[in-house]
């Protein structure tokens, strides 16, 4: 049976990142990163590319403290087009050097607004406006309408509809909790009164109690009773009752925004895969250029893998091994070209001990393949 490919978190094909970080002469780079504006505009939201030109000024504007500040006090609209260009040197480690003269270009305009948009909101402290306290009425709305029913019903007719009345009145848990405490004592005072109506030789205080409710028939007042037992029922089943809520699926991308790893290799000229293609996926090939060992994670079942913070799990430890490579230059170019049984066989046919993988990823390992 054919395997169902991993849909992708995008529409568009993401860009290779490591692969275009390997790029230094400037017209391939401008070149790049025309191709790479539309899927930046289709695929990434504004609130991201919003957030990338904030990092950006911190980590590569080289501007200084008073500037930076200046520059984040703008509104995010005008960080629309920035944006964009700093989410791209984000990902690559490069932005083409006419789209850094056109922000260098900018920046006065930047500075102004900033200034102004900072002052605004100074200002704007200053004028405090208390909002008035909004105050719930749905419990007494509730205890007048159940007051009401009560009534009636002691005169024979027919009550609200307990149900009814908690879907057109929407009490929280903490009104539902008092309502009930409310309810409760009516019903204790209502039972009491049946117990004593069964007693003969009653006391001075029973018969007090038997005479003030004596305007109500004993058939009504046991349908009271049942009307408050079944009220106090529903509204124990709204404070016990826990608000389930479905887990958000989370972003492949924040994943594994912790697994630190090198991007590329220009010595090799050999870039990254994505990281995000590690979730779900039953082997990784790695290499670790600093120790020159070539290792495979691989789990036991399909689709096994996964990542958490700078490791990656689900890894069977007896089908996992990492060897050393004589001659990495020349053989790992031919090892990430070949299929998933060409390639065991190739290493297989690599002299060698086979040692145990790290349990860490590492800045100084290249993420070569998947299966």
């Not at 400037?26 to 504004?46: L, P, V």
Request: net charge positive; hydrophobic share 35%.
């Amino acid at each position: 049976m054919a395997k169902i490919k991993k849909r992708s978190q995008y529409l568009l094909a993401e860009p290779n990142w490591a692969t275009l970080s390997l790029i230094n002469d400037e017209e391939e780079r401008a070149e790049a990163f025309k191709k790479t504006q539309y899927w930046i505009h289709q695929e990434i939201a504004n609130k991201e590319t919003y957030k990338s030109f904030r990092e950006w000024v911190a980590k590569c504007s080289g501007w200084d403290k008073k500037t930076q500040k200046s520059v984040l006090g703008c509104a995010d609209w005008r960080f629309m087009t920035i944006g964009q260009y700093a989410f791209f040197q984000l990902k690559t480690g490069w932005m083409p050097a006419q789209s850094r003269v056109w922000i260098d270009n900018k920046l006065p305009e930047l500075i102004e607004k900033g200034n102004e948009a900072i002052a605004e909101k100074k200002e704007a402290k200053k004028v405090v406006v208390l909002k008035p306290k909004v105050i719930r009425q749905q419990l007494p709305m509730f205890l007048d309408a159940v007051e009401l029913s009560l009534e009636n019903m002691a005169d024979g007719k027919k009550g609200s509809s307990v149900e009814g009345l908690l879907k057109s009145i929407s009490l929280n848990k903490q009104e539902a909790s008092e309502a009930y405490e409310e309810l409760n004592k009516s019903l204790d005072e209502f039972k009491e009164v049946q117990r004593v109506r069964k007693i003969r030789g009653r006391s001075d205080w029973d018969e007090q109690l038997v005479e003030g409710y004596s305007h109500i028939s004993r058939p009504d007042t046991k349908k009271i009773v049942d009307y408050l037992e079944d009220a106090n029922m529903q509204l124990i089943s709204m404070k016990e009752t826990k608000v389930v809520r479905r887990r958000k699926p989370q972003d492949p991308r924040k994943i594994v925004a912790r697994l630190r790893h090198l991007q590329a290799d220009k010595d090799l000229n050999i870039a990254s895969i994505n990281p995000v293609d590690i979730l779900g996926s039953s082997e990784v090939w790695v290499y670790d250029v600093k120790r020159k060992r070539l290792g495979l994670y691989k789990s036991k079942q399909d689709g096994g893998l996964g990542v958490k913070g700078t490791s990656i799990t689900g890894y069977d430890e007896g089908l996992s091994y990492e060897k050393t490579l004589r001659k990495p230059d020349e053989q790992l170019p031919i090892i990430t070209k070949k299929s998933r049984n060409a390639l065991h066989e190739a290493v297989g046919k690599i002299r060698g001990k086979q040692m145990k993988v790290k349990t860490r990823i590492n800045p100084n390992m290249l993420l070569l393949k998947v299966q």
